[in-house]
C-alpha cells in the first residue's frame, strides 16, 4: 500500500476518533448542565421568600393566585432526603417579602399583605432550633417587593416600593444583635422586584422595575457596606424585574425573571473581578420563582408560569446544576 493511502487512512481515523472526543465532550457538558424535577413543595406559592439554614430550604409566605392574600405556610425543605416539612406559620401573613439568616436564625421582612395594599415595615425572626417565632423592631421605611443580603452580621434591606409602582431608593441595615436599624447611603437607582447576592462582602443589586410591568431594569450596581457606598457595574444583556439570584463558586446566578407580563428563560452568570455577565443556556420550563444553593447545586422553588394576572402558582421544584 502506497504512504500516500495510508496518509488518507490516517487523517481520516483521526478525524474519526477527533469527533467522538467532542461527541462525548458535549453530551458530559449537557449532563452537567441538567435541570432535575425534585419533590413537590407541598403549598404551591409565588412571591415568597426561600434561605438556607442549617443545610435546608426554608420556604416562607407568598402567595397561591393574584388576589389571594399572603400566606403565614412556612415549610422546609431536606435536599439529603428529597422530603418536605411544614413547621410553625409565620405570625403575619405576607407576599413579596425577603428572608434572610443571621446565626441560624431566620428574619422574614417586609413585604405586603395583599394586592393594592401597601408595604409593610413588620420583622419577624425564626428559631429553627425552637421552631418559635418573634417579633422584632419594625423597619423604617414599609415597603414590599425588597431585597436583603448579609454582610458580616449586618442585614441589608434594599430598594422595594412603598407600594405597587412605587419603587424606593432606600437601604437600611439591621443588626439583630441590637434588634436596632441603620440607615444607609440610598442605591443608585430606584427599583423594586430585584435581587442582591454577595460576594466578597459587597452587595450587588440586579434587576427589577421601576414602575410598571413594562417599567424594568438590566442594571447592576455593587453596594460596600465598609464605605457605604455605591458603583454601577456591568448590565445584564436582557432586562427583568423578580429574578432570583444566587452565588456558587463565587459567580452570581441570575435566573429568570419577567418582561411585561412574559415570563424569560434566561440564565446569566456574573464574574464579579471580570465584570462581565456569561449568557447560559435557557431553562426548559421558565417561570418566576427563587433559588437556594447547598452543595454546588441550585434549588429553583415555585413560581409562576407568567406574571398576567390570575398567574397561578405552581409547587414544582427543581434541582439544577450549571455547565459552567
Known amino acids: 500500500m502506497s504512504s500516500n493511502k495510508k496518509g488518507k487512512r490516517s487523517f481520516h481515523y483521526n478525524k474519526s476518533v477527533l469527533f467522538q472526543l467532542l461527541i462525548l465532550t458535549f453530551l458530559s457538558c449537557q449532563q452537567r448542565d ?3 424535577r425534585k419533590s413537590d413543595m407541598p403549598t404551591a406559592r409565588m412571591g415568597h421568600a426561600t434561605c438556607v439554614a442549617n443545610g435546608k430550604i426554608y420556604v416562607i409566605g407568598g402567595y397561591p393566585i393574584a388576589d389571594a392574600p399572603g400566606l403565614t405556610t412556612v415549610e422546609v425543605y431536606d435536599p439529603s432526603t428529597d422530603t418536605w416539612t411544614t413547621k410553625a406559620p409565620m405570625p403575619t401573613g405576607r407576599r413579596q417579602l425577603a428572608a434572610s ?8 421582612i417586609g413585604g405586603y399583605v395583599n394586592k393594592g395594599q401597601p408595604g409593610l415595615a413588620t420583622v419577624e425572626e425564626y428559631d429553627p432550633t425552637m421552631d418559635a417565632w418573634t417579633k422584632k423592631v419594625d423597619m423604617p421605611t414599609p415597603r414590599l417587593g425588597l431585597a436583603t443580603s448579609v454582610v458580616d452580621g449586618i442585614i441589608y434591606a434594599m430598594g422595594g416600593g412603598s407600594k405597587v409602582r412605587y419603587p424606593l431608593h432606600s437601604v437600611e441595615a439591621y443588626d439583630p444583635k441590637t434588634d436596632t ?4 447611603s440610598d442605591m443608585l437607582t430606584a427599583r423594586y422586584f430585584l435581587a442582591t447576592s454577595v460576594v466578597n462582602n459587597k452587595i450587588y443589586a440586579i434587576g427589577g422595575s421601576f414602575g410598571s410591568p413594562n417599567q424594568i431594569l438590566s442594571s447592576v450596581e455593587e453596594y460596600d457596606p465598609a464605605t457605604d457606598t455605591w458603583t454601577k457595574k456591568a448590565e445584564m444583556s436582557t432586562k427583568r424585574f423578580g429574578p432570583a439570584a444566587c452565588v456558587m463558586d463565587g459567580k452570581i446566578y441570575a435566573i429568570s ?9 434566561i440564565i446569566e452568570k456574573y464574574d464579579q473581578a471580570a465584570n462581565t455577565w456569561i449568557s447560559l443556556p435557557n431553562m426548559p420550563i421558565p417561570r418566576a420563582a427563587s433559588a437556594c444553593v447547598i452543595n454546588s447545586k441550585i434549588y429553583y422553588i415555585g413560581g409562576a408560569l407568567t ?3 390570575p398567574h397561578p402558582s405552581v409547587s414544582t421544584v ?4 450549571p455547565s459552567e
Not at 425573571?257 to 428563560?265: N, R, S, T
Open 307 to 309: 406574571v398576567k394576572p
Open 257 to 265: 425573571g419577567a418582561a411585561g407580563y412574559d415570563v424569560l428563560p
Open 181 to 184: 436599624w441603620t440607615k444607609k
Open 101 to 108: 439568616v443571621v446565626n441560624g436564625k431566620i428574619y422574614a
Open 318 to 321: 427543581e434541582e439544577y446544576t
Open 34 to 36: 441538567s435541570w432535575i
